[in-house]
């Protein structure tokens, strides 16, 4: 791509593969916390979740099971056409079709196994809404599932493929406080669920845990890019008053950075989880009960009238 410019620890590129529609699994999954935190503990998964301060945050973790499942679900299709020019006879048109984890692979670059949806028997349908669909007969959709389920799953290029859509989805949604708010409250029923004597197989997450206080991990400062973050995302004020912070940018306290879900809950030190408050709004917060995700500054006033 020219002139596009290199990843590096700064600057990533955005290639938007579906970003919007794994953002809105991660909303489904907010909606249907108690299902989804009990998801993770079926499947074993939840000292995944129990860091300090990961830049691999809960964010990341929670879109790379949004994408595989959208991957998993979409074995069975719809497939994606991609545009066949023959030779002979001269300029005829056919179709390959991929599965949509491998278009994905592709469309990022990454060298992965190729697998296209095998012909047979298939079949273009016209839908209700004029849209021709690919259908294949049962043996070429279980033919795809087996190659994602047994083969591309288990890949070292799939993995790439989810940390950089790991990567948009944070980016995408990191503004939007309500949405992290809500993902950290699942966050805090796994903390909360569990027991000191289910984390002394794992002493890395055990001493993460506060002694003698079952489901509450330990306070930790955020670290100085977590905090370059929250402070940057959103936009040097108080999230509760409004009150411009920016001048004091440098004499900034952990206090600050106030934990939406509070660790006494259950909450996670993790960069998605804090948002910035002045000295007197975290004193006033137990007090006050304000959503504050739903306001954002605005990027150049509106002229409309007020409503
Ligand atoms: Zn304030």
Redesign the pocket.
């Known amino acids: 791509m020219p002139h596009a410019p290199e990843a590096s620890p700064e600057w990533f590129v955005h290639r938007w593969y579906r970003t919007i529609d794994i953002a809105d699994r991660l909303e489904q999954m907010a909606a249907h916390d108690f299902e989804m935190a009990g998801r993770i503990t079926d499947e074993e998964r939840e000292f995944e979740f129990i860091e300090n301060w990961p830049k691999v945050t809960l964010v990341h973790k929670f879109a790379r099971i949004a994408a595989d499942d959208m991957f998993y679900n979409e074995t069975d299709g719809p497939y994606i056409p991609k545009v066949i020019l023959r030779q002979q006879p001269a300029g005829m048109i056919r179709y390959e079709h991929y599965l949509t984890a491998t278009h994905a692979l592709m469309h990022y670059g990454i060298d992965g196994p190729i697998f296209k949806v095998p012909r047979s028997d298939e079949e273009t349908v016209l839908e209700k809404d004029g849209v021709e669909v690919l259908r294949v007969s049962d043996s070429a959709a279980d033919a795809c599932y087996r190659h994602f389920t047994e083969e591309l799953r288990w890949s070292e290029p799939y993995e790439q493929l989810l940390d950089v859509l790991a990567d948009e989805v944070f980016h995408t949604v990191f503004r939007n406080r309500t949405l992290l708010y809500a993902l950290n409250w699942i966050a805090a029923m796994i903390v909360s669920g569990m027991e000191p004597d289910e984390r002394t197989a794992e002493p890395r997450v055990d001493k993460l845990f506060r002694k003698g206080s079952p489901g509450r991990l330990k306070r930790k400062s955020p670290p100085v890019w977590a905090q370059r973050a929250i402070f940057h995302r959103d936009a040097g004020r108080?999230?509760?008053?409004?009150?411009d912070l920016s001048g004091l940018h440098d004499s900034m306290t952990p206090a600050n950075f106030d934990h939406m879900v509070p660790l006494d809950a259950g909450g996670l030190n993790d960069a998605t989880n804090p948002q910035l408050?002045?000295q007197?709004?975290?004193l006033e917060k137990s007090s006050r009960q304000v959503n504050s995700g739903e306001v954002y500054l605005c990027w150049y006033p509106q002229d409309r009238d007020p409503q």
């Open positions: 108080c999230t509760y008053c409004k009150k408050l002045c007197r709004c975290n």
